[in-house]
């Protein structure tokens, strides 16, 4: 069965430094993409970023970047100068081939302090 | 943004009445997907939509039913809530459930 793991609860980061958020996963597919979803706190679910397991460069997305290493099984989120209103619960999930479903990990809430 | 709603937006009920949760669509999306997401566990697969009639379970799908007889249209409902059943649900849509899914603004449901 596929599995995300997001070790860290809670991060506190200052304004303007660059913040990377863990996730590690579990799958025997060799055919699988990692999503990175972010949610405020007015409660909605925003697509941040896409990798697929075959893609051979690391997915970026503005100030986003998904540093994927593919033999740890980890798919870490990076934010680059990170702002205020980058204080959230930010989700990683998973898919395998196949399966059309996403499996997400518990999150982890970021709180950017001025 | 993908044009998902979700009604209603907030339901307090109470426990042993039947309740249905209705996601719409405009993007012509083949797949649909209900979530529940509690404190502690994330976002959990409640059931999915692959097309119109052709639905699976999820994870957490015991006490929950749904149907889609319209591409735009995913109804989940639950037939006797429960307590347990107090979450925010989210609907979400891909059109190739291969990639990323979009999501709804989800729905407070309080059982009591």
């Known amino acids: 069965a596929q599995k995300i793991t997001q070790t860290q609860p809670g991060m506190f980061v200052q304004e303007k430094e660059a913040v990377t958020l863990d996730c590690t996963y579990d799958?025997?597919?060799?055919?699988?993409?990692l999503f990175w979803y972010k949610q405020p706190s007015s409660g909605e679910m925003i697509f941040l970023i896409y990798?697929?397991?075959?893609?051979?460069q690391n997915a970026t997305e503005g100030r986003y970047s998904l540093n994927f290493q593919k033999a740890r099984k980890s798919a870490n989120l990076v934010i680059s100068a990170s702002q205020l209103g980058d204080s959230a619960m930010y989700f990683c999930?998973?898919?395998?081939?196949?399966?059309?479903?996403?499996?997400f990990g518990q999150g982890t809430r970021l709180t950017i302090n001025p | 943004d993908a044009g998902i709603t979700q009604s209603p937006r907030h339901k307090v009920t109470e426990t042993g009445t039947p309740v249905t949760l209705r996601c719409h669509q405009t993007?012509?999306?083949?797949?649909m997907y209900w979530y529940r997401q509690d404190p502690g566990h994330g976002l959990r697969l409640i059931h999915y939509?692959?097309?119109?009639?052709?639905?699976d379970k999820g994870e957490v799908s015991d006490g929950y039913s749904v149907s889609r007889s319209k591409t735009e249209d995913f109804l989940l409902t639950l037939e006797s809530a429960t307590s347990s059943q107090t979450s925010v649900y989210f609907c979400?849509?891909?059109?190739?459930?291969?990639?990323?899914?979009?999501f709804g603004p989800g729905t407070r449901l309080t059982v009591t």
């Open positions: 999930a998973m898919n395998v081939q196949g399966a059309q479903k996403l499996v």
């Open positions: 799958t025997s597919d060799p055919s699988y993409g």
């Open positions: 979400a849509i891909s059109s190739t459930g291969l990639h990323e899914q979009y």
């Open positions: 993007e012509n999306h083949r797949y």
């Open positions: 990798q697929g397991s075959y893609d051979q």
């Open positions: 939509s692959y097309g119109v009639k052709d639905t």
